[in-house]
């Protein structure tokens, strides 16, 4: 109970002087009949009334004033006015209050960008791991090797190898199986005929053993001929 | 043409609120029990809404704090509806039933049996 009442100061002042004790009151009885039901009630009472304070305190925080206007508003336009009209001023409206309470704002907007960062973050490695993996067998074991330059100040982002540190990592790497490089770009083929442009990989040998797979026509080069 | 009723709809928390009321002067425990009883499960307010509402209701002098019977725990508030509130209760349920009416002539609704 002493949670709920520290909790209560989420709530506006005026409403939590009049009406604290009774809004206790209330919440006791329902946690008390929350318990009568079993453990997930309680925990479910406590969730709801919580979300509940939260949302009082940006409603009374924001929507008082607004919610005078809009109502003067309506009264005057709803005969009159589209529903695009209306949500350009509502879009306005909310602007404004946003411009108003720059803190606020500021807060929200992080917590938002966050939140959408951690779950688009998420959403990629489960999109890419689990609904649309890579195909190649085994593709949850292939990594990208990523590296940085200390010395310069660049932590990351190098993701281009030296022919001397593909062979190193080629032959002391532990935690690799296989190591290969490629470079993607394009080339033209001159010489008989009509000039062809083609789509080129430059890639080590390794590459094969690395995706696991083999050539759909014709055979892999192997490390003698490369 | 009938004249549109400049009285806008009652929020519908506020219409089951005032309905909870009807039977005579209540706390909020009992009123947030009959709201959610009377909407069939859908509306199911939180402490903090259903007091804000209350709030609200009692600015706008539809409802009125009044003294509980004197055996109950001191913190639990009552209230009770003034004559606005009956009126504005009314109102709404007027609006209701217009729509109900259009909807039976309309065929939409199950004519009286």
């Known amino acids: 109970m002493r949670m709920y009442r520290w909790l209560l100061r989420l709530s506006p002042e005026a409403l939590r002087r009049e009406y604290g004790a009774a809004?206790?009151?209330?919440?006791?009885?329902?946690l008390a009949e929350a318990r009568r039901r079993g453990a997930g009630y309680v925990a479910h009472v406590w969730a709801r009334e919580l979300a509940g304070l939260l949302m009082l305190a940006v409603s009374e925080r924001f929507g008082g004033a607004a919610r005078t206007r809009a109502r003067q508003q309506q009264r005057f336009l709803a005969a009159k006015a589209g529903v695009m009209d209306m949500t350009t001023q509502e879009i306005w409206q909310a602007a404004r209050r946003l411009a108003r309470a720059p803190l606020f704002t500021l807060t929200a907007a992080l917590t938002l960008a966050l939140a959408i960062a951690a779950n688009a973050t998420i959403f990629t490695v489960v999109h890419r791991v689990v609904m649309n993996p890579l195909p190649y067998p085994e593709s949850d074991r292939l990594i990208a090797l990523d590296y940085g330059m200390p010395a310069r100040n660049v932590t990351?982002?190098?993701?281009?190898?030296?022919?001397q540190l593909y062979f190193h990592l080629a032959d002391h790497a532990r935690t690799l199986q296989?190591?290969?490089?490629?470079?993607?770009?394009?080339?033209?083929?001159?010489?008989?005929?009509?000039?062809?442009?083609l789509q080129i990989i430059r890639a080590t040998p390794s590459l094969v053993s690395v995706l696991g797979v083999q050539p759909a026509l014709g055979r892999w080069f192997i490390d003698r001929k490369a | 043409?009938?004249?549109?009723?400049?009285?806008?709809?009652?929020?519908?928390?506020?219409?089951?609120?005032?309905?909870?009321?009807?039977?005579?002067?209540?706390h909020g425990y009992a009123i947030g029990q009959d709201v959610e009883e009377q909407s069939g499960g859908r509306l199911d307010p939180t402490t903090g809404a259903l007091y804000q509402a209350l709030r609200r209701l009692t600015d706008e002098g539809l409802v009125v704090p009044v003294d509980g019977p004197g055996d109950v725990d001191p913190r639990r508030k009552y209230f009770a509806l003034t004559r606005a509130g009956r009126r504005a209760a009314a109102q709404e349920a007027e609006r209701l039933a217009a729509l109900v009416r259009a909807a039976r002539q309309r065929k939409l609704y199950p004519q009286r049996a």
């Open chain 1, 156 to 163: 990351s982002g190098m993701n281009s190898m030296a022919w």
């Open chain 1, 178 to 197: 296989h190591v290969a490089v490629y470079n993607s770009g394009g080339g033209t083929l001159t010489g008989s005929g009509i000039p062809e442009r």
């Open chain 1, 23 to 30: 809004m206790e009151d209330m919440f006791a009885r329902r």
């Open chain 2, 1 to 26: 043409v009938k004249e549109i009723d400049p009285t806008p709809a009652l929020p519908d928390l506020v219409f089951h609120v005032l309905l909870a009321l009807g039977h005579g002067p209540s």
